[in-house]
Nanobody, 121 residues
Framework: QVHLVESGGGLVQAGGSLRLSCEVS????????MGWYRQAPGNERELVAD???????RYADSVKGRFTISRDNAKNTMYLQMNSLKTEDPALYYC???????????????WGQGTQVTVSS
């Protein structure tokens, strides 16, 4: 079994910063692409940023220049540094990882439970 656990969400004032973490655990053979998604009430889940196993990144236009995605492959952990948070950023933030686990060298997408980010004006 593979588990993804997010942490680091919370309440912050507009203009403030938060750092989200996503730790992958289980019988991991390899982790391929990873990403952060968010879903606000009434909206569809959207990609915030993703990162390949080699560190190539891409961002949603709405967060470019404010958010930074990174990963520590030795720790099976991904991060999202969120700066200059805006009132349109609040959502449940989910991490996603494509993981090969157990004895099978095929990648399966897994999701975390989500961590809430709230921004006050």
């Amino acid at each position: 079994q593979v588990h993804l656990v997010e942490s680091g969400g919370g309440l912050v004032q507009a203009g403030g910063s938060l750092r989200l973490s996503c730790e992958v655990s289980g019988r991991i053979l390899s982790i391929n692409g990873m990403g952060w998604y968010r879903q606000a009430p009434g909206n569809e889940r959207e990609l915030v940023a993703d990162i390949t196993s080699y560190g190539s990144t891409r961002y949603a236009d709405s967060v470019k220049g404010r958010f930074t995605i990174s990963r520590d492959n030795a720790k099976n952990t991904m991060y999202l540094q969120m700066n200059s948070l805006k009132t349109e950023d609040p959502a449940l933030y989910y991490c996603n990882a494509n993981v090969a686990s157990g004895l099978r060298w095929s990648y399966t997408p897994y999701w975390g439970q989500g961590t809430q980010v709230t921004v006050s004006s």
